[in-house]
C-alpha cells in the first residue's frame, strides 16, 4: 500500500513503541516473578541474585491458593450465567428482530456498558443496599422483609460481574447468529423438521462459535476483575485480582505479585485453549450424532 | 423459517428484563444525583444542590482536569501511534502479520497484568511523573485499539490509489497527508474518541500507576468510596456519563462513515474488533 521504505520504517516505529511499552514491562514482570522482595525498609525493590520458582510456590499455597480457587468459581459460575441470560437476548436481537429495531436493542444493550464503571457499581450499591430501593420496593408491593442482605456477599458479587459481563456476551452470540443463512434454515423447514429440531440440529450447532467468544471475551477479563468483587463483596469479595493489587499497592511484595499475575494470564491460557478443544469436540460430536442420524432414517426409507 | 408467536413473546420479555437490568443502576444514580439528603445512599427529598456542590468542591474538580487532560492526551498520541501501527500491519510478510497478532494480544491482557507490568517498568526507569505515566499506560491499549480500527478501515481500501500516488511520485508526508489520513479518518477519529472515553473512565491501570500528586476522577472516586461520601460525585459522574455518552456515538457514526445507514456497520466492526482475541 505504502513505498516500500515507508512501510519499513513505520514497522520499526511501531515495533519500537510496544517493545518499550508492552513487551518490556511484561518482561520485566516475568524476570521479578523469579527473583523475590529484599526487605520491608527496601519496599518495591526486588533482589535478583537468587531467581527460583518460590514466589509461585507460596502464591499456590494459603491465602493465595484458596482464593484462585474461589476466583475460578466465581468466574466460571458467572461465566455460565453471562451465557444462559445472554443465549435468549443474542437469540431475539439476531433472528427476531427487523434490521433497524436490532441496531436499536444493540444500542440499548451496550449503552449502559459505555458508561462510568463507578458509577454503575455505586448504582448497585444503593440499590442492593440493607434499607436501600429493593427494601423499599419489596415493601411497597407487600413484601416485609426486616432488611436486604444482598450487599457485601458472594450473591452481590456474581450480581456484579454478570452485570458488568453479560454485554461482552451478547455481542459476538448476537453477530454470529445473524450471520446464519437463512436458506439453511428455510431447507431445514422444507424438509420438514419443527422448529426445535432446527433450533437444536442446525442452529445451535453453528451458534457455538459465538458461545466460544462469548466465554473467552467474558472469562478473561474476569478472572482479573479486582474491583467488582471488591466493591460488590466487601470482605467477601475476594478474588485473585485484588490479592495482586494489594502485593503491588499495600504489600510492596512485587514479585509476589508478579508471580501471581504471570500464574493468572498461565491458567487464562490453558483455559481458553481447553475452551477451544471442548468446542472442537463438542461441534464434531454434534456432527458425528446428526449423520447418524441421518444413515438411520436413510436405512429406515 | 417458522416463528410460533409464544416463543417470540418469551424472548422480547426476557431481553427486556435484561436490558432494564442493565439500566437498573444508571437510573439509580441519576435519580440520586438529585438527592437533597445529608447521607448519600439514603434518600432525603429532590434537590439540585449537588450539582452546585460540584462544581465547588476543588478536590473533585482537580481530579476531572487530571482525567481530561490524560484522556486528551491518550486520544492524540492513540491517533499517531495507530495511524502508523494500524498502516504497518497492512503489510504483507510475517513482521505486519505479527503486528496484528500483538494488538490482539495487547488488548486481550488482563488489565491487571498490563498495569502491575507497566508499574514495574515505570519504577524500574525512573519514570515518576504521574501524568506521563498515566498517558503511557493509557496510550498502550489506546494505540493498539486504534491500529486494529485502521487497520480494518485501510484493507479495505483501493491500493491502487497509493501506487498511483507512489508514481506520480509523491512523498510519503504529501501521501500520508493528502491520502491516507483523509481516506482514514474516520477510523482515527473513532480510534482515538474510544481510546479516550478508556482513558477518561480507566481505573485498573490508573490505580496501580497514578500519584498522590495525580489522581484522575475514578481513583478518586473508588477512594472516597468507603470513607466520606458526597452527594456531589453523583453529580460528576452523571455529568461525565452524559459527555462520555456523547463521545461514543460520535464515535460510532465516524466509524460508520457518517451516513444513518453506515452506522450498522460501525456497529458491526464494533462488535468485531471486540470478538477478536477469538
Redesign the interface.
Known amino acids: ?3 516500500r ?3 519499513r520504517s ?2 520499526s ?3 519500537a ?2 517493545a518499550l ?2 513487551l ?3 518482561g ?2 516475568l524476570i ?1 516473578a523469579f527473583g523475590h522482595t529484599a526487605s520491608v525498609t527496601q519496599a ?1 525493590l526486588v533482589n535478583l541474585n537468587h531467581l527460583g520458582f518460590s514466589n509461585f510456590f507460596q502464591a499456590l499455597r494459603y491465602p493465595t491458593g484458596p482464593v484462585l480457587m474461589i476466583s475460578l468459581e466465581n468466574a466460571v459460575l458467572a461465566t455460565a450465567l453471562c451465557g444462559v ?1 445472554a443465549y ?2 443474542a ?3 439476531a ?2 428482530l427487523g ?1 433497524r429495531t436490532r ?1 436499536i ?23 442492593l ?1 440493607p ?3 429493593l427494601y423499599g420496593a419489596l415493601h411497597a408491593i407487600g413484601w416485609h422483609v426486616t432488611y436486604i442482605s444482598i450487599l457485601d456477599t458472594r450473591a452481590a458479587v456474581m450480581i456484579g460481574l454478570v ?1 458488568n459481563y ?3 456476551f451478547i ?2 452470540l ?2 454470529v447468529l445473524e450471520r446464519i443463512d ?1 436458506l439453511l ?2 431447507a431445514a ?1 422444507d424438509l420438514g423438521a419443527k ?1 426445535w429440531t ?1 433450533f437444536r440440529t442446525v442452529t445451535f450447532p453453528i451458534s457455538m ?1 459465538g458461545v ?2 462469548g466465554t ?2 467474558v472469562f ?2 474476569m ?5 467488582t468483587p471488591t ?1 460488590m463483596g466487601g470482605a467477601r469479595g475476594l478474588m485473585i ?1 485484588s490479592l ?2 494489594s502485593e ?2 499495600e504489600g510492596q511484595n ?1 514479585s509476589l ?2 508471580a501471581m ?1 504471570i500464574l ?2 498461565v491458567i ?1 491460557v490453558a483455559i481458553v485453549v481447553a475452551c477451544w478443544l471442548l468446542s472442537v469436540g463438542v461441534r464434531s460430536a454434534i456432527l458425528r450424532t446428526r449423520r447418524r442420524a441421518i444413515e438411520r432414517d436413510l436405512a429406515a426409507t | 423459517m417458522k416463528t410460533t408467536g409464544a416463543n417470540k413473546w418469551l424472548l422480547g420479555f426476557i431481553t427486556t428484563v435484561v436490558v432494564l437490568f442493565l439500566f437498573l443502576p444508571l437510573v439509580v444514580v441519576v435519580v440520586f444525583s438529585f438527592n437533597g439528603g445529608s447521607d448519600a445512599f439514603l434518600w432525603g427529598g429532590l434537590s439540585t444542590a449537588a450539582y452546585g456542590q460540584a462544581t465547588q468542591d476543588t478536590t473533585l474538580i482537580t481530579a476531572l482536569r487530571i482525567s481530561i487532560e490524560v484522556a486528551v492526551a491518550t486520544g492524540l498520541i492513540s491517533m499517531l501511534v495507530g495511524l502508523i501501527a494500524g498502516l504497518a500491519s497492512t503489510g504483507r510478510g510475517w513482521a505486519h502479520r505479527l503486528l496484528f497478532i500483538l494488538f490482539v494480544v495487547i488488548l486481550a491482557t488482563p488489565e491487571i497484568v498490563g498495569a502491575s507490568g507497566s508499574l514495574l517498568w515505570f519504577v524500574t526507569l525512573g519514570v515518576s511523573n504521574g501524568f506521563a505515566r498515566l498517558i503511557i499506560a493509557h496510550s498502550i491499549f489506546g494505540s493498539a485499539l486504534t491500529a486494529l480500527i485502521v487497520r480494518g478501515r485501510a484493507s479495505g481500501l483501493e491500493p491502487a490509489v497509493f501506487e498511483a500516488a507512489n508514481d506520480l511520485g509523491a512523498r510519503t508526508l504529501t501521501m500520508l497527508r493528502t491520502i491516507a489520513v483523509p481516506l482514514l479518518a474516520p477510523a482515527l477519529i473513532a480510534g482515538g474518541l474510544l481510546s479516550f472515553t478508556f482513558s477518561l473512565e480507566d481505573l485498573v491501570t490508573s490505580v496501580f500507576v497514578s500519584t498522590a500528586q495525580t489522581t484522575p476522577l475514578p481513583v478518586f472516586i473508588l477512594a472516597s468510596f468507603h470513607s466520606q461520601f458526597h452527594t456531589d460525585i453523583f453529580a460528576i459522574a452523571v455529568l461525565v456519563f452524559v459527555s462520555t455518552t456523547v463521545m461514543f456515538l460520535v464515535a460510532l457514526l465516524a466509524m460508520g462513515g457518517g451516513s444513518r445507514q453506515r452506522m450498522r456497520r460501525g456497529l458491526r466492526l464494533l462488535g468485531a474488533t471486540t470478538s477478536e482475541p477469538e
Open positions: 500500500m505504502l513505498g521504505g515507508t512501510l513505520f514497522t516505529l511501531t515495533y513503541w510496544f511499552w508492552f518490556a514491562p511484561t520485566i514482570m521479578y518495591g441470560i435468549p437476548v437469540y431475539f436481537i433472528r427476531k434490521p441496531v436493542v444493540l444500542l440499548l444493550v451496550v449503552l449502559p456498558f459505555w458508561t462510568d464503571y463507578l458509577l454503575r457499581m455505586l448504582g448497585w450499591r444503593i440499590f443496599s434499607l436501600g430501593l452485570y453479560v454485554p461482552l455481542l459476538p448476537a453477530v437463512p434454515l428455510q423447514d422448529p432446527i462459535a466460544v467468544a473467552v471475551l478473561v477479563p478472572l482479573g476483575d479486582y474491583v466493591l485480582g495482586i493489587a503491588f499497592n512485587w505479585g508478579a499475575a493468572l494470564i487464562l
